[in-house]
């Protein structure tokens, strides 16, 4: 069955870097869209953007452009988020998760990943 | 961006109960509109798409329906597995948006 599998938990200091993996089994990787959001505690879910495996190409949300890039790597399945100059606000719990579509699409988010908690702590 | 509000923000309600939560968008949506379950420490996951088809594998007694801006997600008889957080999301327009959740507690 379609599995997406993430990279652990990390923690950084304001100003770091973090990159996040999602790798993807049971399905035709090029075939879905890999969507980002973020849970931060006790707040809403927030969408980050997606990265197409076929084209190569992304979208970002206008909250995070310049400060996050999607990328894929189909030889070995698995997606990436990058998100720099971190503050304590990126604090939340990252999420990958698969969709048929981009843009307007009747397709929801299926699978999702388990989540890789990013705790920004000095 | 489409703001997406939920109601109510929680409730209580019994083995066996009916249940609807209500999900609003601040623009029309058509029919671009998703629901998620999620509990403590696991990832959501889908129940309805296209604000009314079932996804594969979730029980019958998921159902949702609406259009344009009101939709309704309804639990036809609750069982004790259904406590948990939902959520509606809209896929119309990037970016998508999500409502805050429904916490349900099953008695």
């Known amino acids: 069955q379609m599995q997406l599998v993430q990279s652990g938990a990390e923690m950084r200091k304001p100003g770091a870097s973090v990159k996040i993996s999602c790798k993807a089994s049971?399905?035709?990787?090029?075939?879905?869209?890999m969507h980002w959001m973020r849970q931060a505690p006790g707040q809403e879910f927030e969408w980050m953007g997606w990265s197409n495996p076929l084209s190569g190409g992304a979208e970002y949300s206008r909250k995070f452009q310049g400060r996050v890039t999607l990328t894929t790597d189909t030889s070995i399945t698995t997606a990436y988020m990058e998100l720099t100059s971190l503050t304590y606000d990126d604090t939340a719990i990252y999420y990958c998760?698969?969709?048929?579509?981009?843009?307007?699409?009747?397709?929801?988010?299926?699978?999702w990943g388990q989540g890789s908690l990013v705790a920004v702590s000095s | 961006d489409i703001q997406m509000t939920q109601s109510p923000s929680s409730l209580s309600a019994s083995v066996g109960d009916r249940v609807t939560i209500s999900c609003r968008a601040s623009q029309k949506i058509t029919t671009y509109l998703n629901w998620y379950q999620q509990t403590p420490g696991k990832a959501p996951r889908l129940l309805i798409y296209?604000?009314?088809t079932l996804q594969s594998g979730v029980p019958s007694r998921f159902s949702g329906s609406g259009s344009g801006t009101d939709f309704t997600l309804t639990i036809s008889s609750l069982q004790p597995e259904d406590s948990a957080t939902y959520f509606c999301?809209?896929?119309?327009?990037?970016?998508?948006?999500f409502g805050q959740g429904t916490k349900l507690e099953v008695k």
């Open positions: 999301q809209q896929s119309y327009i990037n970016p998508r948006t």
């Open positions: 049971g399905y035709s990787f090029t075939d879905y869209f």
């Open positions: 998760a698969a969709s048929r579509g981009g843009g307007r699409s009747l397709s929801g988010f299926d699978p």
């Open positions: 296209g604000a009314s």
